[in-house]
């Protein structure tokens, strides 16, 4: 993992660009460079505000409507109506700090070609705006928050197991049906396992809970399905410099190989 906590409490770094055109982050000391470039106006300003907004639009107004004991459906819609328009508007305020496609990491940029591809299909001008504005917002966040990304990445290996089942059945012609979301359940179980802060392991259960609310609203449970039938979870995996600078996040990267 990152050795520069050994010597300082800070590291000279600057800004690099890797072989397949994205950014990266070249560390002294370091044995490999961090895929990304946090840059500190971005995780302090725009970043900061954006989450913020999210925290308290999504996860809070769901809590709280949750324990009014409001059903999925009902609350699904409330966010289409209600809380959609202020999150476009705060992905709209962010977009200025917002990296171009061929600057983005790898797996952020696969995430990126799956919703493009996405919005391609999409007849209806509404649908198709608010794909791209999903876009925009979650390829933002994944772009600027490494912690996050991380963990994406790290469960991508157990979806791929899980979808590529579904594509060597649907490659010899056999009908397969819609994606079962509870099987989701697995990889945010295994993140939650893997978590070492327990504050980290509510969260998790926090997203998840939230996720299955919003999978009861038709449009973005058919916008998910699509994204996850198109990514190429193979392109998503966690590459060796990746772990070297996620085994500093309070995760158990390599819980498969080691007792905790």
């Known amino acids: 993992m990152v050795e520069y906590w050994k010597w300082s409490d800070t590291a000279r770094a600057r800004i690099a660009t890797a072989p397949d055109g994205s950014f990266q982050m070249e560390i002294k000391g370091e044995k490999y460079p961090l895929a990304g470039f946090p840059r500190g106006h971005v995780l302090t300003g725009s970043l900061a505000r954006f989450k913020h907004k999210i925290k308290n639009l999504v996860f809070n107004d769901t809590w709280a409507l949750l324990e009014q004991n409001a059903t999925a459906y009902g609350i699904a819609q409330h966010f289409r109506e209600n809380v959609v328009p202020q999150v476009v508007e705060e992905i709209n305020a962010c977009k200025v700090d917002m990296l171009p496609p061929q600057r983005m990491v790898k797996a952020v940029r696969e995430v990126n070609r ?3 591809t996405l919005e391609g299909k999409v007849a209806h001008p509404d649908n198709r705006f608010l794909v791209r504005k999903l876009k925009e917002g979650i390829t933002f966040f994944l772009q600027e928050d490494d912690a996050y990304r991380f963990r994406l ?4 290996r157990y979806i791929w197991y899980w979808m590529i089942g579904r594509r ?10 819609p994606l079962p979301f509870n099987k989701l359940a697995k990889a945010f179980d ?5 978590e ?3 504050d980290m392991k509510a969260r998790i259960d926090l997203i998840h809970t939230v996720l299955k ?3 009861q609203e038709p ?3 058919n916008v998910m399905e699509a994204v996850i039938e198109e990514i190429r ?13 996620f085994r500093g996040k309070y995760f158990k990267v390599d819980h498969h190989k080691y007792d905790y």
């Open 213 to 215: 609310v919003m999978l």
């Open 153 to 156: 990445q790290w469960a991508a």
């Open 190 to 194: 295994l993140i939650k396992a893997a």
């Open 196 to 198: 070492v802060v327990p």
């Open 219 to 221: 449009f973005f449970k």
């Open 168 to 177: 060597l059945l649907r490659l010899v012609g056999i009908r397969i049906k």
């Open 114 to 116: 799956a919703f493009e």
């Open 233 to 245: 979870w193979r392109k998503m995996f966690l590459t060796k410099a990746d772990k070297y600078y």
